[in-house]
């Protein structure tokens, strides 16, 4: 059974670093096309970031220079790490895995990120 | 980017009735549409792929159709369980982009 489950969210304040990780099972990370897509609180879905199983990676402009996708092959995790965080990046954080490249077939729960001082 | 536009924004339907959302591109995607449902507190759930193809386990009543930069999503007869906010999005580029969102809810 696939499954994706989201962690590392919480409490940061503006400027601040934090590392989300998604933990998968069920199928291999580094054969897939993986992507993170947040939520702002009461808003629509936004494509943050995504990792082809080729290792190309591609950031949405509002998070480039500022988020790094990564993946570890051994733990079967993929990673986002978000550096010099705004209070507009708050949201709930969902990755998910990618039937091919930009269809998402399973997401995870989704972990909140809330900047703030 | 490839901006993603989507009306009606909100609409309000009874059970049993025929529901249509329309997605426009901002330029030409083929078929590389997508359309997602999501029920509050949950994560989006895919319907239908490449425009037009029913996601495996997905209910008969809900379809697609379209090309190029003007997509139509239906539910054939609505259900008390398909209250929710849908979603289109375009997969031509790699940098991905949602449509705004269609809230669904009971008249």
């Known amino acids: 059974e696939v499954q994706l489950v989201e962690s590392g969210g919480g409490l940061i304040q503006p400027g601040g670093s934090l590392r989300l990780s998604c933990a998968a099972s069920?199928?291999?990370?580094?054969?897939?096309?993986m992507s993170w897509v947040r939520q702002a609180p009461g808003k629509g879905l936004e494509w943050v970031s995504g990792?082809?199983?080729?290792?190309?990676?591609f950031y949405a402009d509002s998070v480039k220079g500022r988020f790094t996708i990564s993946r570890d092959n051994s733990k079967n995790t993929l990673y986002l790490q978000m550096n010099s965080l705004r209070a507009e990046d708050t949201a709930v954080y969902y990755c998910a895995r990618g039937l091919v490249p930009g269809i998402w077939d399973y997401w995870g729960q989704g972990t909140l990120v809330t900047v703030s001082s | 980017d490839i901006q993603m536009t989507q009306s009606p924004s909100s609409l309000s339907a009874s059970v049993g009735d025929r529901v249509t959302i329309t997605c426009q591109a901002s330029?030409?995607?083929?078929?590389?549409l997508n359309w997602y449902q999501q029920k509050p507190g949950k994560a989006p759930k895919l319907l239908i792929y490449?425009?037009?193809n029913l996601e495996t386990g997905v209910p008969s009543r809900f379809s697609g159709s379209g090309s190029g930069t003007d997509f139509t999503f239906t539910i054939s007869s609505l259900q008390p369980e398909d209250i929710a906010t849908y979603y289109c999005q375009q997969y031509d580029n790699p940098r991905l982009t949602f449509g705004p969102g269609t809230k669904v809810d009971f008249k």
């Open positions: 490449d425009a037009s």
């Open positions: 990792v082809y199983s080729g290792g190309s990676r």
């Open positions: 330029q030409d995607i083929s078929n590389y």
């Open positions: 069920g199928f291999t990370v580094s054969s897939n096309y």
